[in-house]
């Protein structure tokens, strides 16, 4: 991968003292480049001729997704022939002449699906509208929380950039979601936090000035209980 990239990096670790090693590196070798990284940084292990060395980035290349734990932070190559999640195995942009479809990418697609040579995704039919790039994935979340729990969801979105007069098919898709694993297990303070158990009820239906409002007990996390009411639509 990249070995042109690989060698200039190589190239300015011989006659480097370990105690003073190149850009991110926390320790070296003449041989081997960058053995571990500073904080921050993440681990990339890359072949040269029939050797390995090691580079330290900020972020990872394309066709390799980030690793992190307490020991170190690493890139570690996707699965397949794509750029991908976290789990290495589910594809999130195609490289050119591919096309995405259920998170792999594939040469052609499936019946009834047209390839998008701009999007490199497998589409319904001739869209007449154009869709921008993917935003950023937003933070893992389950049940509206940000934190508590182990596994969770992503969305992410874009935005219809362009619809013509002609536009008898319905666009791309603008939203997805994929699984998360969270970074916070634990919710810090939370009996400061107005985040609610799943369970609610609804305690009374009221009406004043002729508009019905549901009141509705939620249950804190501090195991308080909360009445919020809202206008019945």
């Known amino acids: 991968h990249n070995a042109n990239w690989s060698y200039n990096y190589a190239q300015s670790i011989p006659g480097t003292p370990r105690t003073s090693c190149y850009g991110g590196c926390l320790t070296c070798s003449d041989s081997n480049g960058c053995l571990s990284c500073k904080p921050r940084y993440f681990f990339l292990l890359d072949r040269l001729g029939m050797r390995q060395v090691g580079m330290c980035l900020l972020s990872c290349p394309s066709g390799y997704y980030h690793i992190r734990s307490r020991d170190i932070n690493k890139c570690s190559k996707c ?24 998170g ?3 040469e052609s697609c499936p019946e009834g699906l047209k390839p998008n040579d ?19 994935w937003s933070p893992c979340f389950r049940g509206g929380s940000t934190c ?5 969801e992503q969305i992410r979105t874009r935005d219809v950039l362009l619809v013509t007069p002609s536009n008898s098919h319905p ?7 994929r699984d998360c694993i969270s970074k916070k297990k634990k ?8 985040l609610f158990t799943i369970s609610t009820f609804t305690k009374a239906h009221r009406t004043l000035n002729n508009i019905t ?5 939620f249950i804190l996390l501090n195991n308080s209980t909360k009445s919020v009411r809202r206008p019945i639509m």
């Open 79 to 102: 699965q397949l022939d794509c750029d991908c999640d976290f789990t290495g195995n589910f594809c999130t942009r195609c490289r050119a002449g591919h096309y995405l479809y259920r």
């Open 104 to 106: 792999k990418c594939q």
């Open 118 to 136: 701009r999007l490199r995704e497998c589409v319904f039919g001739e869209f007449h509208c154009e869709v921008g790039e993917w935003g950023s």
């Open 148 to 152: 508590g729990f182990k596994l969770g």
């Open 171 to 177: 666009c791309p898709a603008v939203s997805e979601k």
């Open 187 to 194: 919710c810090p303070g939370a009996s400061r936090t107005a």
């Open 213 to 217: 409002y549901a009141y509705e007990d």
